[in-house]
């Protein structure tokens, strides 16, 4: 499960961490990483994904 998560945050950040946390702090945070940047979301998503 964790495998499609990572995909997800790779192709669509927002969507690899609603998957992980739901829709919670992280979400909207991951949404702004990711309008004012696309890399820096998918970092996130990653950390996200990763932490727990």
């Known amino acids: 499960m964790d495998l ?3 995909l ?3 192709f669509l950040p ?3 961490v609603f998957l992980q946390v739901g829709l919670g702090k992280d979400f ?3 949404i702004l990483l990711t309008f ?3 890399i820096p979301g998918i970092v996130h ?3 996200v ?3 727990k």
Do not use: D
Request: charged share 10%; glycine share 10%.
């Open 8 to 10: 997800a945050a790779i």
């Open 28 to 30: 909207w945070i991951n």
């Open 4 to 6: 499609i998560r990572i």
């Open 14 to 16: 927002p969507l690899g």
């Open 49 to 51: 994904i990763a932490r």
């Open 36 to 38: 004012l940047g696309y």
């Open 45 to 47: 998503a990653v950390w």
